[in-house]
């Protein structure tokens, strides 16, 4: 599997932006509205992506929102977490609008992880 991203939640995104493409180099790779969350996206040499997220009327962020890795099958992935207890929040389901495939787990310390598939 590979690191594909970490969603943060952020209440500035001018200020995030220039913290982290200005400052530190990365570069935009892309951005969308979601049901009034605006996605954000950096990345750097590497293949793994930053994503911010700022969410309208929310008080105040709440950090790390979820964390996206790669599998080369979803579905066989999240067999094998609920055969070993692993708590699954989401099965498999097909995001036809970009084409993948995507499961949500929950890892040891309760974080959101999204595991998803190229189809």
Same mark, same amino acid.
């Given at each position: 599997?590979?690191?594909?991203?970490?969603?943060?939640?952020?209440?500035? @995104?001018?200020? +995030?932006?220039?913290?982290?493409?200005? @400052? @530190?180099?990365?570069?935009?790779?892309?951005?969308?509205? @979601?049901? *009034?969350?605006?996605?954000?996206?950096?990345?750097?040499?590497?293949? *793994?992506?930053?994503?911010?997220?700022?969410?309208?009327?929310?008080?105040?962020? +709440? *950090?790390?929102?979820?964390?996206?890795?790669?599998?080369?099958?979803?579905?066989?992935?999240?067999?094998?977490?609920?055969?070993? *207890?692993?708590?699954?929040?989401?099965?498999?389901? +097909?995001?036809?609008?970009?084409?993948?495939?995507?499961?949500?787990?929950?890892?040891?310390?309760?974080? +959101?992880?999204?595991?998803?598939?190229?189809?």
């Amino acid at each position: 599997m590979d690191v594909l991203h970490t969603a943060i939640e952020v209440s500035d @995104l001018d200020e +995030t932006r220039v913290f982290y493409e200005d @400052l @530190l180099g990365l570069d935009r790779s892309r951005q969308y509205e @979601l049901n *009034g969350v605006t996605n954000y996206y950096v990345t750097g040499a590497g293949p *793994g992506e930053l994503q911010f997220r700022v969410v309208d009327d929310a008080p105040d962020p +709440t *950090g790390i929102e979820h964390i996206a890795v790669a599998a080369d099958d979803v579905d066989t992935t999240v067999e094998d977490a609920a055969d070993r *207890g692993v708590p699954v929040q989401q099965e498999p389901r +097909t995001l036809e609008r970009v084409n993948r495939r995507l499961a949500i787990l929950t890892d040891p310390d309760g974080y +959101t992880v999204h595991v998803i598939e190229d189809l």
